[in-house]
Every structure is written in C-alpha cells, then in structure tokens.
C-alpha cells in the first residue's frame, strides 16, 4: 500500500510540476534582464488553447506543443515592444497580458468550435507521448513513475540547460548585467534592449509551453479556467528560488509536491472537500510570497524603464 501510494504522489508531482517549471525558467529570462513579466498567467492560457487545437487538428501532440510555445512568445514579442521600445509600465503591461491572452484564446476558441469556449477532448494518440508507454501494468509503481510523460523529464533537464545558459555563457552574463546596471552595459557595448528581448521572447515560449503541457496531458482539452492561477505560482516559485534556474526548481518541486498531497489526499480520504484541498498550493503561495519575497536578491534594474542614450 505504502508503494503505491507514493507512486501516486510522484506521478502527481511529475505532471503537476512540469508547467510550472516551464513558466518558471521563462519568468527568471524576463526579470533576470530586468523586465518585469506578471504576464505569465495570459501567454500559458494562449499556450494552452494553441496547443490544444493544433494537436485535435494534426493529431500531433508535439507539434501542438510547439505551437503552444509560439504562441506565448507573440505575447512575449508584445510585452517587449511595449515594455522595451515603448518604455511602458512594466507592470500593467504584465496585466494587460493576463486578459489579453485568455480573451483572446476563448475568442479563437469560440471562432473555431462553434461558438464554444471548450475545445474538443483530444484523442490519445494526438497527446504528448508517454515514455515506456505498455510496458508496466496500469497503476503499478513503475506505470506511475516511468511511463509518465516524456516532457516531464525533458523539463527537469531544462532547468539545467538554463542554468548553464545562465552562468556559464556569454549572453547569461549580459542578460544577468542587464538586470543590474543597463547603463554600464551600454558603456561596454552591450546592446541591452537585444538582451531583453531575447530575454522576453524566451520568457513567452517557455510559458507558452507551460500551458500547452497542461491541455496536451492530463486535461486533453481546452477550458477557459485550465491555468487556473498556476503562472502566479510560478511567478512565486521564482521569488522563492531567488531569481534563478536551479531556485526556481527547487520552488516548483515544492509546488509540485502540494499538488501531489492535494491528489493523494483526496484519492485516499473522500470525506475532505475538494474545495479545501485545492486551496493547497494558493495557500503555500501566499506563505511564500510572506516569507521569501525579501529574502530573494531582486535584480536592481528590474521594472526599472531603461532609455537607450543616443
């Protein structure tokens, strides 16, 4: 019994992390350059339908998951122009995102599927694959742990690849410069606006695949409430882990972990609401926006509006 509850709660945190993480690492490209993006919540949501109706009309998962990316980062490329070369507020530019993005996927959405707000339930075969898919019996630990959703895994090697980007690269040291001192970088060269919006258009993509992860797995489909604040607990997860990759992965895991709790919990005990239970993660994300708001290292320049001198 104690094995397979804990193959559930670790198959729970695979699939409940792996957005998370995903809008996570594009959060820390954005504000790491300085440019603040609360926009998260808007470019996973259109991430989410994109990727949903691709893959209902190629029947291919990945390449829905793509889509989901592209279209994040067209909110991406928004958020910069305005942001970047409009010198915008930072921070209701982000708003704005977050009711741009859903209107827009519900718009797109209802234009496409005859005026509904739900995109149709995905075939399986037009889903992200499963690694090992047959190869242990349903609801075994093995089932539950390695035949689980190849992108989960894929996105734990992200957050490495966006560590080494971060601190082992040339562009990593001008992004995290930017973040600092945009002026003494142009002093040196350094194209800071480049920085940046490299900087956002990753931050769009990744989220982009954050959302598409979720109606590309578990979900199957497209619903207006199918982020349902998860951009804001990635938003939190990076302030937990400080502003970087390997941070914000551990702050992801830990939401993760709630989420998996909040399943086990009401597969195991029917009693509990579970409208209780899905206040879990929020409430862990207040606690830590409480508690490790002023513990992480804020990049000095982020939300700061930076004019390039002519």
Known sequence: MFITYLGLLINAILVSTPPLLLAGLGSCFSERSGVVNIGIEGMMTLGAFTGAAVAYFTGNGWLGFLCGGLAGMLLGLIHAVVCISLHADQTIAGTAINFIGPGFAVFLCKAIFENSSDSPALDTTAKLPKMFNGMFPAGSFGYNVISTYSVAYLSFLLALVCWFIFFKTRYGM?????????????????????????????????????????????????????????????????????????????????????????????????????????????????????????????????????????
């Open 174 to 310: 001008r992004l995290r410069a930017a973040g600092e001192h945009p002026e003494a970088c142009e002093t040196l060269g350094i194209n800071v606006y480049h920085v940046r919006y490299i900087a956002v258009l990753i931050s769009g993509f990744l989220s982009g695949l954050g959302g598409a992860f979720v109606t590309l797995t578990t979900v199957s489909q497209f619903r207006p409430s199918v982020i349902v604040g998860q951009g804001f607990i990635a938003i939190a997860a990076v302030i937990f882990g400080k502003f970087t990759p390997q941070g914000t992965f551990a702050g992801c895991l830990i939401f993760g972990l709630c989420n998996g709790i909040r399943s086990l919990i009401s597969v195991s005990n029917s009693s509990i609401s579970p409208n209780l239970l899905s206040m879990i993660p929020y409430l862990v994300t207040i606690a830590t926006l409480i508690f490790f708001v002023g513990a992480g290292h804020v990049p000095a320049a982020n939300g700061k509006i930076f004019v390039r001198s002519k």
